[in-house]
């Protein structure tokens, strides 16, 4: 039976998912994040990130400082600054 510890939880992504891809050649966090879409959830990455890339660096032996962390995105439409700070109605104008 697959491991099924999260760590992505956005995405439903385990740690068998990541060791597959791992195993697959995905071994970088940029090609890891097109294969499996982690980071890629509402939270952006910021609850998974460390925790993927630690767990990258354990099954590639690399050292995990020195994995270059994958591209952010801005977000697809702008939004107000107030809005992030939950200082505003999302569905002013
Ligand atoms: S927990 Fe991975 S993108 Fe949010």
């Known amino acids: 039976m697959p491991d099924k510890t999260m760590l992505c939880l956005c995405l439903d992504i385990t740690e068998h998912d990541l ?3 791992v195993a697959e050649g995905f071994t ?11 980071f890629m959830g509402p939270c952006q990455g910021k ?4 925790t993927i890339l630690a767990r990258l660096a354990d099954k590639t032996g ?3 400082e020195s ?14 600054l107030g809005i992030l ?3 505003g109605d999302a569905n002013a104008q």
């Open 19 to 21: 060791d597959r891809a």
């Open 28 to 38: 970088d966090a940029e090609t890891l994040k097109r294969y499996t879409a982690a």
């Open 47 to 50: 609850s998974c990130m460390d």
């Open 62 to 64: 690399v050292d995990v």
């Open 67 to 80: 994995l270059r962390r994958p591209t952010m995105r801005p977000p697809a439409h702008p939004i107000r």
């Open 85 to 87: 700070a939950c200082l």
